[in-house]
């Protein structure tokens, strides 16, 4: 890395003219920890030299409420208007997402650079100009200004002002000299960092010349001498001499691409050495034992063992696939160590693979981190082909089955293989802590399990540590269990009042619905804490919506999402504190009272109202705490009075109870102090309770640097995620199956880990955790036997897969044969029907007013459709290559319907067929659960379709006032 600190001018040049059409020629990168102190006091210097505010692209300034930050940034950074990317270098922003982002944007878009380093005056200097050429390899040569952190006052002036130089510069004829207005004669040293040939670093002084400079073009492509090769790379792509990318032109020249030893110990090497033998594996390890290190040794080994001079066609690319967005960035993390910079890692999720062309991309890299879902979306579209790939590996690859994305993947895989012999596939390499035994209840139907999986991954061994046990076990130290049985509350004066709610509002039921629905029908199971009283309800609520008494319907529609409502109350007062259950149902009962709130609710609403004063009362009595709590907070606190320095993940099963434990962690005293985050999925959006990607990224990056002493997850933490220092691993009445219990466990790696579950004794999980164990020890006993199976009747381990592989093929075409028929069937029985609003009846559209997007995403086409909806905004969130920015729901009773999505820039409805009623032409009603069960055909949306979705400027404001109110 070559950062150099120069003279500087305190003269200010010519103020800048605002660009009258106001669009951003500046961008600043830079790490959140550097706002207040540096990027804010420069941003106020810039537009003291006449820079109009527009024209600075600063992300808290620039990006407004309920804009897209992805869509911005990159709409930013590939304008023409942009002359000049400001990059603050420091040691905050190395590891940053969104940083890292930007930078690689502006290297895409051929944007010049001007970096500045903010010296904290602890970084040893040599250090941090590695760090940063690993991870910006396109500013290993490039000058940089230097400014020491306790000087940023006396020079953020001095800064302004060169940065608005270079943006004058930009308007000058190429080529042309300009002239440094300076106060001062004297020169400053100018200290560079080069690597030597031997690879070792020093510090070169070189000069100035202050009276002439260049033309700031050079601040692209600087070229501070002529063994700079970087700039000479970049040269040529300029003129055409070579066709190289910007990424291609940043490499570092051999000598310094020097790649660091990958340390592998003898049972790692054991892991390995079938999938460098070139065999189609699955590396089935403990948590903890390095499995993403052995990943990395094959991946390397793989790449440098490409042959050299091989055309194009053969390059080697290794696509290594994760199934959760905050796996991304970790694993990622631990190739670059060890693989950059000699070969090119992209990192890619959901979120960002929305924005780039993903089939133009994947190519120009050697390796690829992505989820697989957008590796799969891009197959699909024939965006690009898997024998662009030399080498697939999946990270947790038990999830190959049924219809996970894993699998989507491999069954192109086999269908090819099978289909195109002799075409050119990627070697297949699985890792997993863990294969299950899936439904299996004997031995054998163990192994069929395990044979299975083979079969999906098309792998022709498994890879287990047996010779070098002994070392496994010194390395990887299994986490002490522990099961804890707490009883519930001694007296639960609110569960009882909600129980008396939820009595009468049954009573009621069976005397309204009486004439309409049979005894049984209206009899609730005894138990309401077990899932067959939620069961009970929804059948009863899909069963009153196909009632032709409209009245009676919808008092059972009403009454039944109540019963819903107080169902969860209960659940949450089980586990988390009654406050939390009241401040749930006041949430529900003040939604309702806002939007469609009819005489049917106000009657079952009273319930509430009348009960609420005493219910407030236990909640705020301690007598009434939830002892699962009182546990749960004792061992927290024991844990930290042993090792203050402890991390902690702790489980549980909703994001509503995530939400809870934090705001019960966040009011206790003691709790606080451990700052607790919490962990869910990207999936839902941040109004349910959902996170984006970047905030996945910041909450780790806290939990490993201990900004966060203590997470709170879903199961979205349960796998892959590498906290070496977390050696506490809560589970709060939350059990999977035997593949959970091993994950969870693994989650604790530091020395002395420790797993306890937390569980009520009246719930059952402390049974199934039992059971959970013994499939466990099923599963180490069917491993053992597939080993000893493919060492010595290997041809009959072959045979099986193969013969499984036969059977889901069979599988897959009898599927798709039904699937068919299925679809003649529908299109025939689903003429004439039409989609009524689940709760006030009233006409929503008819089913040949729907088209598909995808085989996922119903819209609807016909534009007099908006006339019977309103749309509440939404917070645009990008999703592949649509983007939701509305919730949708009925005009008349403001039931949910679904969401709005922009696909091709045109809007369309999405809607959810759970909230419809389906009439068919004689007036029978009946209801549908998911899209896929629909009793009626949908046509794949046609270009046309899109075309008369767009909305002119002339409709949009005609229909503006109709749609948002």
Same mark, same amino acid.
Request: overall charge neutral; charged content about 30%.
């Given at each position: 890395?070559?950062?150099?600190?120069?003279?500087?001018?305190?003269?200010?040049?010519?103020?800048?003219?605002?660009?009258?059409?106001?669009?951003?020629?500046?961008?600043?990168?830079?790490?959140?920890?550097?706002?207040?102190?540096?990027?804010?006091?420069?941003?106020?210097?810039?537009?003291?030299?006449?820079?109009?505010?527009?024209?600075?692209?600063?992300?808290?300034?620039?990006?407004?409420?309920?804009?897209?930050?992805?869509?911005?940034?990159?709409?930013?950074?590939?304008?023409?208007?942009?002359?000049?990317?400001?990059?603050?270098?420091?040691?905050?922003?190395?590891?940053?997402?969104?940083?890292?982002?930007?930078?690689?944007?502006?290297?895409?878009?051929?944007?010049?650079?001007?970096?500045?380093?903010?010296?904290?005056?602890?970084?040893?200097?040599?250090?941090?100009?590695?760090?940063?050429?690993?991870?910006?390899?396109?500013?290993?040569?490039?000058?940089?200004?230097?400014?020491?952190?306790?000087?940023?006052?006396?020079?953020?002036?001095?800064?302004?002002?060169?940065?608005?130089?270079?943006?004058?510069?930009?308007?000058?004829?190429?080529?042309?000299?300009?002239?440094?207005?300076?106060?001062?004669?004297?020169?400053?040293?100018?200290?560079?960092?080069?690597?030597?040939?031997?690879?070792?670093?020093?510090?070169?002084?070189?000069?100035?010349?202050?009276?002439?400079?260049?033309?700031?073009?050079?601040?692209?492509?600087?070229?501070?001498?002529?063994?700079?090769?970087?700039?000479?790379?970049?040269?040529?792509?300029?003129?055409?001499?070579?066709?190289?990318?910007?990424?291609?032109?940043?490499?570092?020249?051999?000598?310094?691409?020097?790649?660091?030893?990958?340390?592998?110990?003898?049972?790692?090497?054991?892991?390995?050495?079938?999938?460098?033998?070139?065999?189609?594996?699955?590396?089935?390890? *403990?948590?903890?034992? =390095?499995? %993403?290190?052995?990943?990395?040794?094959?991946?390397?080994?793989? /790449?440098? +063992? $490409?042959? @050299?001079?091989?055309?194009?066609?053969?390059?080697?690319?290794?696509?290594?696939?994760?199934?959760?967005?905050?796996?991304?960035?970790?694993?990622?993390?631990?190739?670059?160590?060890?693989?950059?910079?000699?070969?090119?890692?992209?990192?890619?999720?959901?979120?960002?693979?929305?924005?780039?062309?993903?089939?133009?991309?994947?190519?120009?890299?050697?390796?690829?981190?992505?989820?697989?879902?957008?590796?799969?979306?891009?197959?699909?579209?024939?965006?690009?082909?898997?024998?662009?790939?030399?080498?697939?590996?999946?990270?947790?690859?038990?999830?190959?089955?049924?219809?996970?994305?894993?699998?989507?993947?491999?069954?192109?895989?086999?269908?090819?293989?099978?289909?195109?012999?002799?075409?050119?596939? *990627?070697?297949?390499? =699985?890792? %997993?802590?863990?294969?299950?035994?899936?439904?299996?209840?004997? /031995?054998? +139907? $163990?192994? @069929?399990?395990?044979?299975?999986?083979?079969?999906?991954?098309?792998?022709?061994?498994?890879?287990?540590?047996?010779?070098?046990?002994?070392?496994?076990?010194?390395?990887?130290?299994?986490?002490?269990?522990?099961?804890?049985?707490?009883?519930?509350?001694?007296?639960?004066?609110?569960?009882?009042?909600?129980?008396?709610?939820?009595?009468?509002?049954?009573?009621?039921?069976?005397?309204?619905?009486?004439?309409?629905?049979?005894?049984?029908?209206?009899?609730?199971?005894?138990?309401?804490?077990?899932?067959?009283?939620?069961?009970?309800?929804?059948?009863?609520?899909?069963?009153?919506?196909?009632?032709?008494?409209?009245?009676?319907?919808?008092?059972?529609?009403?009454?039944?999402?109540?019963?819903?409502?107080?169902?969860?109350?209960?659940?949450?007062?089980?586990?988390?504190?009654?406050?939390?259950?009241?401040?749930?149902?006041?949430?529900?009962?003040?939604?309702?009272?806002?939007?469609?709130?009819?005489?049917?609710?106000?009657?079952?609403?009273?319930?509430?109202?009348?009960?609420?004063?005493?219910?407030?009362?236990?909640?705020?009595?301690?007598?009434?705490?939830?002892?699962?709590?009182?546990?749960?907070?004792?061992?927290?606190?024991?844990?930290?009075?042993?090792?203050?320095?402890?991390?902690?993940?702790?489980?549980?099963?909703?994001?509503?109870?995530?939400?809870?434990?934090?705001?019960?962690?966040?009011?206790?005293?003691?709790?606080?102090?451990?700052?607790?985050?919490?962990?869910?999925?990207?999936?839902?959006?941040?109004?349910?309770?959902?996170?984006?990607?970047?905030?996945?990224?910041?909450?780790?990056?806290?939990?490993?640097?201990?900004?966060?002493?203590?997470?709170?997850?879903?199961?979205?933490?349960?796998?892959?995620?590498?906290?070496?220092?977390?050696?506490?691993?809560?589970?709060?009445?939350?059990?999977?199956?035997?593949?959970?219990?091993?994950?969870?466990?693994?989650?604790?790696?530091?020395?002395?880990?420790?797993?306890?579950?937390?569980?009520?004794?009246?719930?059952?999980?402390?049974?199934?955790?039992?059971?959970?164990?013994?499939?466990?020890?099923?599963?180490?006993?069917?491993?053992?036997?597939?080993?000893?199976?493919?060492?010595?009747?290997?041809?009959?381990?072959?045979?099986?897969?193969?013969?499984?592989?036969?059977?889901?093929?069979?599988?897959?075409?009898?599927?798709?044969?039904?699937?068919?028929?299925?679809?003649?069937?529908?299109?025939?029985?689903?003429?004439?029907?039409?989609?009524?609003?689940?709760?006030?009846?009233?006409?929503?559209?008819?089913?040949?007013?729907?088209?598909?997007?995808?085989?996922?995403?119903?819209?609807?086409?016909?534009?007099?459709?908006?006339?019977?909806?309103?749309?509440?905004?939404?917070?645009?969130?990008?999703?592949?290559?649509?983007?939701?920015?509305?919730?949708?729901?009925?005009?008349?009773?403001?039931?949910?319907?679904?969401?709005?999505?922009?696909?091709?820039?045109?809007?369309?409805?999405?809607?959810?067929?759970?909230?419809?009623?389906?009439?068919?032409?004689?007036?029978?009603?009946?209801?549908?659960?998911?899209?896929?069960?629909?009793?009626?055909?949908?046509?794949?949306?046609?270009?046309?379709?899109?075309?008369?979705?767009?909305?002119?400027?002339?409709?949009?404001?005609?229909?503006?006032?109709?749609?948002?109110?």
């Amino acid at each position: 890395m070559a950062f150099t600190s120069g003279s500087q001018s305190s003269a200010s040049p010519a103020p800048i003219q605002p660009s009258a059409r106001k669009e951003p020629s500046l961008f600043i990168i830079h790490a959140g920890e550097d706002k207040e102190s540096f990027v804010r006091p420069l941003h106020s210097a810039l537009l003291g030299q006449k820079l109009h505010e527009d024209e600075i692209f600063f992300d808290e300034k620039s990006i407004n409420t309920g804009e897209n930050i992805s869509d911005k940034i990159t709409s930013t950074l590939a304008s023409e208007s942009l002359k000049l990317v400001v990059i603050v270098m420091s040691k905050h922003l190395l590891d940053k997402y969104w940083p890292r982002l930007e930078y690689e944007l502006s290297l895409t878009h051929h944007k010049k650079f001007y970096p500045i380093w903010l010296d904290q005056n602890t970084d040893k200097f040599q250090a941090f100009g590695r760090e940063v050429g690993r991870r910006f390899p396109m500013l290993k040569k490039t000058r940089a200004h230097r400014i020491q952190y306790d000087n940023i006052a006396a020079k953020i002036t001095d800064v302004a002002i060169e940065i608005s130089e270079q943006l004058l510069s930009d308007q000058c004829t190429p080529g042309t000299k300009r002239k440094r207005q300076t106060s001062e004669q004297s020169m400053e040293v100018i200290g560079q960092i080069e690597d030597t040939s031997e690879g070792q670093i020093h510090i070169e002084t070189i000069t100035q010349d202050q009276e002439t400079v260049e033309d700031m073009t050079a601040v692209k492509r600087p070229k501070l001498n002529k063994h700079d090769e970087l700039a000479d790379k970049l040269e040529d792509t300029k003129t055409g001499s070579e066709k190289i990318t910007p990424l291609q032109a940043a490499k570092p020249p051999p000598e310094q691409r020097k790649l660091k030893d990958i340390p592998m110990r003898d049972y790692q090497m054991e892991l390995a050495k079938p999938a460098l033998d070139g065999r189609n594996t699955i590396i089935c390890a *403990p948590t903890g034992s =390095g499995k %993403t290190r052995v990943a990395i040794k094959i991946t390397r080994d793989h /790449l440098e +063992d $490409a042959q @050299e001079g091989a055309g194009a066609d053969a390059r080697r690319r290794v696509v290594f696939l994760v199934n959760k967005v905050p796996l991304v960035e970790q694993q990622y993390n631990a190739f670059r160590e060890y693989l950059s910079p000699k070969y090119d890692i992209l990192p890619l999720s959901g979120e960002a693979a929305a924005d780039i062309p993903v089939g133009e991309t994947l190519p120009d890299y050697d390796v690829i981190i992505l989820t697989a879902q957008v590796l799969e979306n891009a197959l699909r579209d024939e965006l690009i082909t898997l024998d662009t790939f030399s080498m697939l590996i999946f990270d947790e690859c038990h999830h190959c089955q049924k219809n996970d994305p894993y699998n989507a993947i491999m069954t192109r895989y086999i269908k090819q293989k099978v289909e195109k012999s002799g075409t050119r596939l *990627p070697q297949i390499i =699985g890792l %997993t802590a863990s294969l299950g035994v899936g439904k299996a209840k004997s /031995l054998k +139907d $163990a192994v @069929e399990h395990i044979l299975k999986a083979c079969a999906n991954l098309d792998a022709e061994w498994i890879s287990q540590v047996v010779e070098h046990r002994d070392e496994l076990q010194i390395y990887n130290q299994k986490p002490d269990e522990e099961t804890m049985a707490v009883s519930g509350r001694i007296e639960d004066p609110f569960a009882d009042m909600i129980n008396t709610i939820m009595d009468d509002i049954e009573k009621t039921l069976a005397t309204e619905a009486s004439k309409h629905l049979t005894p049984e029908e209206l009899k609730p199971p005894r138990q309401r804490e077990k899932q067959a009283y939620e069961q009970w309800v929804v059948a009863l609520a899909r069963k009153s919506a196909t009632l032709k008494d409209d009245a009676i319907s919808r008092t059972i529609h009403a009454a039944t999402t109540h019963l819903r409502k107080y169902t969860d109350a209960l659940a949450i007062n089980a586990d988390a504190r009654t406050k939390d259950a009241l401040q749930y149902l006041d949430k529900f009962v003040t939604g309702l009272q806002n939007e469609g709130f009819d005489g049917t609710d106000e009657d079952l609403v009273k319930h509430f109202i009348e009960a609420r004063g005493k219910l407030q009362e236990y909640a705020a009595d301690p007598k009434y705490s939830n002892p699962k709590l009182d546990q749960l907070k004792y061992l927290i606190l024991k844990a930290y009075a042993e090792k203050p320095d402890s991390r902690c993940l702790l489980f549980c099963k909703t994001r509503a109870l995530t939400i809870a434990l934090l705001t019960w962690m966040q009011e206790d005293p003691a709790l606080c102090k451990l700052n607790p985050g919490r962990l869910v999925g990207a999936g839902a959006s941040e109004s349910t309770g959902g996170m984006t990607q970047n905030q996945q990224v910041e909450l780790l990056e806290l939990f490993t640097t201990g900004g966060r002493k203590i997470v709170i997850s879903t199961s979205v933490a349960e796998e892959g995620i590498d906290i070496a220092k977390c050696n506490f691993v809560f589970r709060y009445d939350y059990v999977g199956n035997e593949i959970g219990k091993v994950q969870t466990r693994g989650r604790g790696r530091a020395e002395g880990s420790k797993s306890v579950l937390i569980a009520g004794r009246e719930g059952g999980n402390v049974l199934k955790e039992k059971l959970n164990t013994i499939r466990e020890r099923l599963m180490e006993k069917a491993m053992l036997q597939v080993w000893h199976m493919q060492r010595e009747k290997h041809g009959d381990f072959k045979k099986e897969v193969q013969r499984l592989q036969k059977e889901s093929k069979k599988e897959r075409d009898l599927a798709k044969a039904l699937k068919e028929l299925e679809r003649k069937t529908k299109k025939v029985h689903g003429r004439g029907m039409k989609l009524l609003c689940v709760k006030c009846k009233e006409f929503a559209c008819n089913v040949s007013d729907f088209r598909k997007i995808k085989e996922v995403h119903h819209v609807v086409v016909e534009k007099s459709f908006s006339q019977r909806i309103k749309i509440n905004p939404h917070p645009p969130k990008k999703i592949d290559d649509w983007e939701m920015n509305g919730k949708v729901c009925c005009k008349n009773c403001r039931q949910d319907w679904g969401i709005q999505m922009v696909y091709r820039k045109a809007s369309f409805p999405t809607l959810k067929i759970e909230s419809f009623v389906l009439e068919k032409p004689d007036g029978t009603r009946l209801t549908c659960r998911k899209w896929k069960k629909a009793p009626f055909d949908v046509e794949d949306i046609t270009p046309d379709d899109i075309s008369g979705m767009l909305t002119t400027p002339e409709e949009d404001s005609e229909e503006e006032e109709e749609m948002y109110y």
